[in-house]
Each structure stands twice: as C-alpha cells, then as structure tokens.
C-alpha cells in the first residue's frame, strides 16, 4: 500500500481528480475505451465535482460504480444519484454510465443482466474505492452474508450483499474484479480512517475487507 498525504481536502480533490483524468487519458492512447470505477457514499463527491469537466474524451469512457444500494434512483442513498448529480454532468456527461441497478426485482434477480453489461467493461482501467470506519470497501462488508464469496478468487463479478446494521441490501463488485484494475485508488479522509486503514494492513480481509485491495492500491488521505 502506499499513502499520500494531502494538505487538505481540495488540495487532493483536485490532484486526485488531474491523476484519474491522466491514468484514463493514458489507457485511451491505446485502446478504443476505458472503464472508471468510483465509490458512492459521502467521500467522493469534491473529486467528482473536479473530474467531471477536466478534458477527456469522456465519450470513450465507461463509468460504474463500486457498489449500490439497492433503492431507486432518486432516493437520497442513491449511489447512483450521487454520480448522476456530481460526476455524470459538464464534459463528463458524455460518458456511459454502466448500471448497478435495476428498477424491478431483488439484486439476485437482476445480477445476471447487470453481469451483461459490465463484462465487456472489463478489466477495469481506473478504480477510485471509498472505505467505511468499519474498514469495508465497495459493499464487502465484515460480516456481510456473501463476504467469503466475495473475496474468493473464483468470485462472480457481482454479488449481492446484506450485513447487520445496513438500511439496505447491497449489490457489490467482487474483490477479484476490484483487485484487477490496472489503476487502483482509495480515497479516505479523516483521522478515524487513516487509522482504519493502517489498521487493516495487519488484519485478514475476512475481518477487515479493503485488505484484500490494499496490496495493489494507493490510498490518498486529507485530514
Ligand atoms: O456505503 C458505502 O460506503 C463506502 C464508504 O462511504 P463513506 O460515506 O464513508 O465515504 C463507499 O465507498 C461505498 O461505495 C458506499 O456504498
């Protein structure tokens, strides 16, 4: 794992947002698209809404989410929402949002047509995760129902996931999917998540989770 340290919240919203634009500008010299990966919950949004109008041939790029709740677009948890609202606008609106979601059904009824979709985007070009204080990654929660299977090599590509404690149930990319992007972010802030993180290096992924992405990734911290 490697760390970097920033001296405030813009500073790395606004490195982090220039360093994904040119590690995507970089996979698209050579190949027709790319495929960004990006994190839902409260963390994101200061990157999104620097990435979302940097130059880019946004056209070529396919954009998913690490996870989702399981809720309808326009509720306030969206994950889906929050990428529509802060990164799917200015030149970044011209990007193909691959979904996690599907308006009728359960997550296990949909997962194989989402599976459809998603498997041409694959491997990913650039992930961007996100870590809970409980050191969950994505929806890989400790103690979340498909956790073993999630983090198995042999895993599917997507899971569902419940967890004690969760509002909602989850639909999750699996640790083998996340751990093969060619360029691996985690974007944390605050004191309780530095610690969470360094924690997690000494800990296995069944209790902590973002071990199982830490080897290949960076993780970008602000205070
Ligand atoms: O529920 C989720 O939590 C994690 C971390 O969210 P944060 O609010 O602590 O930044 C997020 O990475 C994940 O995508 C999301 O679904």
Known sequence: MT?????????????????????????????????????????????????????????????????????????PRSNTRLLRERLLKDRAAAARLVPLYMPKGSPEEAISTLEKELRPCL??????????????TASLFPRGDNLRLALDSHAPLLLPMRAEGLDEQRITLSARVLKEAINLHIVITGEDKK??????????PEEA?????????????AS
Not at 123 to 136: E, R, T
Not at 209 to 221: D, I, R, Y
């Open 209 to 221: 989770p973002v071990k199982a992405v830490l080897g290949n990734a960076t993780v970008h911290w």
């Open 123 to 136: 491997p990913i070009s650039v992930a961007l995760l996100g870590m809970g204080g409980d050191m969950h």
């Open 3 to 75: 760390l970097i340290e920033y001296a405030d919240r813009d500073m790395m919203a606004i490195d982090l947002a220039n360093r994904l634009a040119g590690e995507l500008n970089g996979i698209l010299m050579h190949e027709e698209r790319a495929t960004l990966v990006v994190p839902g919950g409260t963390t994101p949004g200061p990157v999104f809404d620097v990435l979302c109008d940097v130059e880019l041939d946004w056209d070529r790029v396919d954009v998913l989410l690490s996870d989702e709740r399981w809720l309808p677009e326009d509720h």
């Open 195 to 204: 610690e969470a993180v360094l924690r997690a290096a000494d800990l296995p």
